[in-house]
């Protein structure tokens, strides 16, 4: 009950396409939803998050889409381009004192020029 | 601005010896602090946090630990290591609300031989 699953595994898009990062979870307790960016050797970034009172989220070429009663979150890139190859983790956090998040299995991304 | 640091950046450890990872933040009070393990190839796990000097709350059984001696400083230990041990460690930190974003440091690649 504490799994998120990302979907797909990689993903090649072509320069200027949209990429679209799929999660699911299946906790109800969960009250925040980050996307994070990893690099190659570098730790994760935070890109953008969403609370569940909150259908769309739009920053930049990034838009996150939440359905809860599907328990189902998506990212999706505009205009995706070459710098935006990374990998892309989806999570999910409970907040007791502290933020624990659960983190997809994460999306290898690849923008071909 | 707040920075953060782990060290070493890389590690090579026989099976059985000894482990410590260390994390420091800079620019910031009493921050929730946070290791994680990412495999090769797959997300991250939370393994412990920290909410204060000597908090130490563990999310996992293993063969690590984790320990708090001051306000902006973090380490990882364990007395024998495993195989299984291998990974990519990262250190975290946030001010310690429920929307937080947390701040991964660069990590340290430890592989256990």
């Known amino acids: 009950q504490q799994q998120v699953k990302q979907s797909p595994q990689s993903l090649i898009v072509q320069k200027g396409g949209i990429s679209i990062i799929n999660c699911a979870y299946e906790n109800t307790a969960f009250d925040y939803f980050p996307w994070y960016q990893q690099f190659p050797g570098k730790g994760p970034a935070l890109l953008i998050a969403?609370?569940?009172?909150?259908s769309e989220k739009k920053e930049g070429r990034f838009t996150i889409s939440f359905n809860k009663s599907a328990k189902q979150f998506s990212l999706h890139i505009m205009d995706s381009q070459p710098g935006d190859s990374a990998t892309y983790f989806c999570?999910?956090?409970?907040?007791?004192?502290?933020?624990?998040?659960?983190f997809g299995q994460g999306t290898r991304l690849t923008i071909n020029p | 601005s707040q920075t953060i640091h782990q060290w070493p950046a890389t590690l090579v450890q026989p099976v059985g010896s000894p482990l410590s990872l260390e994390c420091t933040v800079e620019?910031?009070?009493?921050?929730?602090l946070y290791w994680y393990r990412q495999a090769a190839g797959r997300g991250l796990q939370l393994l412990f946090y920290s909410v204060g000097i000597g908090q130490i709350s563990s999310e996992v059984p293993q063969n690590l630990s984790a320990s708090r001696p001051q306000d902006r400083q973090f380490i990882l230990s364990s007395k024998k290591l495993l195989l299984s041990d291998s990974g990519f460690y990262l250190c975290?930190?946030?001010?310690?609300?429920?929307?937080?974003?947390?701040?991964f440091g660069p990590g340290t690649r430890l592989t256990v031989l």
């Open positions: 999570a999910a956090s409970l907040y007791g004192g502290a933020q624990k998040l659960v």
């Open positions: 620019g910031t009070s009493n921050p929730n």
């Open positions: 975290a930190w946030s001010v310690g609300q429920a929307e937080d974003t947390q701040y």
């Open positions: 969403i609370r569940p009172d909150v």
